[in-house]
């Protein structure tokens, strides 16, 4: 390895052994770092998802890459290496993954997740601001939630929403806690255990804040089912 380059070691084959890239998880890294690890991974043929990415850092990254995209709610840049590949991946994609929220202060999160599954050639179905405080909200979007080949569910707060939506369908839920809520949330940890103590079978959940994790496992999931 050049020793100017000596800071990182991109896993280079996980697109094609795993059927999902490496992440770059920007916070942290220099500008220079980035641009590296990009250069990287779509000389392999892997897509780019950079997660946790500025806008400075996009405007880096798209003078050097053209087709670079920043998704600023999301604060993600992505870069599809192969389009032939993902629109292939797209046109049998007859199933979806359902994207949900509990709050509006949830959708950041949320859309990190929805748009790490749409990058890998998923179709998205979203659904935000349907939290507890109001059941109606969850009622009124039941058959689409009962459908989806499976369904991530982002909340801070208590957490309870993703418990609530697994006890009304056949499919995994996968919940994201998000530090989002006052003090006695403590910045996700209290939605967490909520939903690591759920008693529904077919929950299960990530790390906080974690979209791009719950990204990746719902198009897994949502993949075989396309199979």
Do not use: W
């Not at 690591?196 to 496992?217: E, H, K, P, R, T």
């Amino acid at each position: 390895m050049d020793k100017k380059y000596n800071f990182a070691v991109p896993d280079i084959m996980r697109y094609k052994r795993q059927n999902f890239p490496e992440a770059i998880f920007c916070s942290g890294k220099t500008p220079e770092q980035v641009i590296h690890i990009i250069d990287k991974l779509l000389k392999s043929g892997s897509p780019v998802i950079a997660t946790r990415a500025d806008y400075s850092l996009y405007r880096k990254v798209k003078n050097k890459f053209k087709n670079a995209k920043y998704h600023k709610i999301a604060h993600m840049i992505t870069i599809i290496s192969n389009k032939n590949e993902i629109n292939k991946k797209e046109q049998i994609s007859k199933s979806y993954i359902c994207v949900v929220t509990a709050g509006t202060s949830d959708i950041p999160v949320a859309e990190e997740a929805a748009i790490t599954c749409e990058i890998l050639g998923n179709r998205v179905e979203r659904i935000y601001d349907i939290g507890i405080a109001g059941l109606h909200r969850v009622e009124q979007n039941k058959e689409k939630l009962q459908n989806a080949s499976c369904i991530i569910v982002c909340a801070g707060m208590e957490g309870a929403l993703p418990g609530v939506i697994g006890g009304l369908v056949s499919v995994p839920v996968i919940g994201v806690p998000t530090s989002v809520g006052y003090g006695a949330s403590f910045n996700g940890l209290a939605p967490l255990l909520t939903m690591l103590n759920s008693c529904i079978a077919n929950l299960c959940c990530v790390n906080i804040d974690d979209g791009y994790g719950a990204g990746i496992i719902a198009h897994l999931i949502n993949n075989k089912r396309n199979l």
